[in-house]
């Protein structure tokens, strides 16, 4: 059995997905690739992506970055995410999730925090039964005040 990291994995697929479409993998695609996955659960936007990024590769421009984040996420690599702030955030997609987890949104400091299981399969079942309408996916995001911000509202 061989065994491959996380981020071999990642690497692999990223470069699998890019030959499918005839791009080639480059060192500035792979560094937004490394910064978002080394920043994992940080949801970082592309202003940040580009700050990091530049520290590898400081001849990278915002341009660059933001083409760079448009292709991984249209070959499916990364997910956007949309907070409803008019600010795009980046994630990696991960092959053991069926689709992507929920977001909780804190309203005062910012702070997003990941919920763990879907919780809405039973709600998927009793819709799909009421209405006879087969779902394929939902989205969800709970804003509101986590627990560091609640009691100084
Ligand atoms: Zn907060
Ligand atoms: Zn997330
Ligand atoms: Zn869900």
Redesign the pocket.
Known sequence: MVLISEKDHELELLKKRLRDKGYKLTTQRRAVLDTISVNEGKHLTTEEIYDLVKKDCPEIGLATVYRTLQLLEEINIIYKLNFDDGINRYELVHDYEDHHHHHLI?L??G?VIEVEGDLLESLEKEITKKYNFKITNHMLKFFG??S??KDKI
């Open positions: 804190c005062k400091c702070k005040y986590c560091d911000c």
